[in-house]
């Protein structure tokens, strides 16, 4: 038993852990997605994070995005786990009406059903604020209308968790409101985007063309929708993180056996300095992530969503830095190799720029800690 079991994780994470990561060994890289997903949902590995009392494991943050890091360890990373148990379930777990929660945390927790995430618009971005899309009240519930892009996974989920606006009756500003959107929904319209991307799930252009939705669509309170949505928001920075870790640990361990096998001089190339040095190097940042990982998980379980902002955005940048690191350094150790669909690392130089980029860039998150945490002044 390592003498830290206990200390930075309790007994029964590691051992959540192991279990994991021998599911993750058994499916591997070349894993059937769904296979994959059906069973780790049976399992209660997908919904750990979730309520007991709605069929999830009543634990938190740090058990999800530990599954999460183990089956990217393993090769075999879900995706749709940052949004359906993590951003969804979190949301409608602490601002769901009692129906939304009997309809949807079950299936969610098992994985018997999957929910979307999609905020990000074509002239928003990065800028959230700007988002243009609309909720009218209608006499029978509401009527939205808008465009998102680059939403992953809106045709495998049974419905999208759409960031929209409705008006304000005193104010007539627009104010952030979450909908849940079945995927059939008459108006809801999706087109692939053509990404570089190897993973099973694919992201969509959509489409919301007058989508008319009951009186219960509306997750929680119409007026405390920006906080419900920063719920979300930091489960999303911790898996992002998670999902990086995880890469960047595959990538690393692959490389590792590799430069302890492949000779071309007189020793294996895992002697060479220039060699192992990067190695040790990224292995040493993706550990220090992992602590940062770890801290906003345990920040943001014990209810402090401040705190966990802070460290959940550094945790993310940290993650995804070691990640893109610990894969270009692996790509490299296995010289021509390393861009060979066999050894199937080649596909993780596109991958791994992925958590650079979304949820939150890593600009965006220099310009919060600039500002939230150095007090910095801003340019935009
Ligand atoms: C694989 C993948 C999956 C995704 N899945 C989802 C999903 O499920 N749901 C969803 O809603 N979205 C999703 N996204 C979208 C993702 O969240 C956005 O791509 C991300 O927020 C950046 O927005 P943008 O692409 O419009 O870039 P832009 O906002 O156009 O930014 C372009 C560049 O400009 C920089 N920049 C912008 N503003 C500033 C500034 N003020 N200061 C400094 N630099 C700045 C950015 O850092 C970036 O490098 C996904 C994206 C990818 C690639």
Redesign the pocket.
């Known amino acids: 038993m390592s003498v830290t079991e206990g200390v930075l994780e309790t007994e029964e994470q590691t051992a959540l852990r192991s279990a994991v990561a021998a599911l993750g060994r058994r499916h591997g890289r070349d894993h059937d997605h769904e296979a994959l997903w059906a069973e780790a949902g049976k399992l209660g590995y997908l919904g750990v994070n979730l309520p007991a009392e709605y069929g999830g494991g009543g634990a938190g943050m740090a058990e999800l995005s530990l599954v999460l890091e183990e089956l990217g360890a393993a090769g075999c990373p879900l995706l749709m786990m940052i949004?359906s148990p993590a951003i969804c379930g979190t949301v409608i777990a602490r601002f769901g009406t009692d129906a939304q929660k009997r309809a949807w945390l079950p299936g969610l927790s098992d994985g018997s059903r999957t929910m979307?995430?999609?905020?990000?618009e074509p002239d928003?971005?990065?800028?959230s604020h700007r988002i243009t899309t609309t909720a009218r009240r209608a006499a029978d519930g509401w009527i939205l209308s808008g465009s998102?892009?680059?939403?992953?996974?809106v045709d495998i989920a049974d419905a999208t968790l759409i960031v929209g606006r409705t008006e304000d009756a005193r104010t007539g500003t627009l104010k952030p409101c979450l909908f849940i959107v079945p995927r059939d929904a008459p108006g809801f319209h999706r087109t692939p985007i053509d990404?570089e991307?190897t993973a099973r799930e694919k992201?969509f252009e959509l489409t919301l063309d007058e989508v008319r939705l009951p009186a219960d669509a509306l997750v929680g309170d119409e007026d405390a929708g920006l906080l419900q949505l920063f719920a979300g928001l930091n489960p999303e920075r911790i898996m992002t993180a998670a999902f990086a870790l995880g890469m960047g640990r595959y990538a690393i361990e692959r490389a590792v056996r590799y430069a302890k096998e492949r000779q071309v001089w007189k020793a294996p190339i895992g002697a060479h300095q220039a060699i192992a040095h990067p190695l040790a190097q990224a292995h040493i940042e993706l550990e220090l992530a992992r602590l940062m990982m770890r801290k906003a998980a345990v920040l943001y379980d014990a209810g402090d969503d401040t705190g966990a902002g802070e460290a959940a955005n550094m945790a993310k940048y940290a993650a995804a830095e070691a990640c893109v690191k610990a894969v270009d350094q692996a790509v490299h150790t296995l010289g021509g190799n390393g861009l060979t669909r066999e050894f199937g690392l080649a596909a993780l130089v596109t991958a791994s720029r992925?958590a650079r980029?979304?949820?939150?860039?890593?600009?965006?998150i220099l310009?919060y800690v600039s500002h939230q945490t150095l007090g910095l002044p801003k340019?935009?």
């Open positions: 949004v979307a995430f999609g905020i990000t928003a971005g990065s800028n998102k892009v680059f939403v992953s996974g990404m991307l992201q992925v980029i979304a949820p939150v860039s890593r600009e965006m310009n340019s935009y």
